[in-house]
């Protein structure tokens, strides 16, 4: 819980599979961790690459 004012946002329902908590509140099963992703070029476009789950 970062702000007090904003921190509501955090508790909202998830939208998407995986979820990645940088200093906020977590509510997945399996979060992901930052040690597990990997960012690189392909075909001239951004990827963010997940170890764990094999997939962008």
Known sequence: MSEDKVDN??????I????LTIGNFDTS???LQLCDLVLFVHNNKLVLWSKK???G
């Open 9 to 14: 946002v955090n508790r909202r329902k998830s």
């Open 53 to 55: 789950y094999k997939n």
């Open 16 to 19: 998407y599979k995986y979820q």
């Open 29 to 31: 099963d399996d979060p």
